[in-house]
């Protein structure tokens, strides 16, 4: 029993260790020599391509590379690093989320494309990256290396009901390249800012009850939707 046991357990983590590619394209499943595949450390999370979200690109267990896979063309993606460090001696662990770069990359098919970067060795190293995270997205046929650009913050999702101003895409369709129109797919809808929606027909009363929410809902907020609210509340 035991040994049967073990072997159920290394076929699981072996299952987790060899994760296959995620589709991000719309219509039939192509083969490798048909797509560009893009390879990225398991510590870090994307943000959007093209604009558009794709959680599904962060659906990912594991410690190998993760694999996407989309049709041939151009894409900017923004992605964020994130880990956690132990502190205290492992007494309590510090999440470490650092703002977006912008990777460019316009491949062909069959090609490989890595995004790489300085991973830190400790929670001080990554601490001094939060605010100026860079890398670069390199060609693994040609050599080809482009350094990144500074992207956006990362908003939560509490962050985007206050109104981001991002394009959140109405039906999951894949990811198409930069000038090529998805298929069979609606085009994304922009949310409109709070400085471009419609007054509300009521307002919510001047009490402690509405003040005390609303503190509460600002202190579930990340530092960084804090940061995209007080932007908002400026204006």
């Not at 964020?80 to 502190?87: C, H, M």
């Not at 989320?97 to 460019?104: E, I, K, N, Q, Y």
Request: hydrophobic share 40%; net charge negative.
């Amino acid at each position: 029993m035991r040994q049967l046991l073990c072997l159920a357990a290394a076929a699981l983590l072996s299952a987790c260790a060899q994760q296959a590619p995620v589709k991000l394209y719309s219509g039939a499943e192509q083969p490798a020599s048909q797509v560009l595949v893009v390879e990225m450390p398991n510590t870090l999370e994307v943000l959007n391509i093209n604009g558009q979200p794709a959680p599904e690109a962060n659906r990912m267990v594991g410690n190998n590379l993760r694999q996407l896979e989309l049709q041939p063309g151009k894409y900017r993606i923004n992605a964020y690093f994130e880990n956690g460090y132990d502190v205290g001696g492992g007494l309590s662990h510090e999440i470490v989320r650092t703002r977006s770069a912008t990777f460019t990359i316009d491949g062909q098919a069959g090609e490989v494309w890595r995004i790489e970067f300085d991973e830190p060795s400790n929670l001080k190293q990554a601490q001094e990256m939060e605010n100026n995270f860079e890398g670069v997205a390199v060609n693994t046929r040609t050599g080809e290396r482009v350094a990144s650009e500074p992207g956006p913050r990362y908003v939560s999702l509490l962050g985007e009901m206050f109104g981001s101003g991002t394009m959140v895409a109405t039906q999951d369709h894949g990811i198409a390249p930069i000038g090529a129109a998805p298929q069979n797919a609606q085009m994304p809808m922009a949310v409109p800012t709070p400085s471009q929606a419609a007054a509300p027909a009521q307002t919510l009363p001047h009490d402690a009850s509405t003040l005390a929410t609303l503190k509460q809902i600002y202190l579930m907020l990340s530092p960084e939707s804090r940061d995209a609210f007080l932007e908002w509340a400026a204006q």
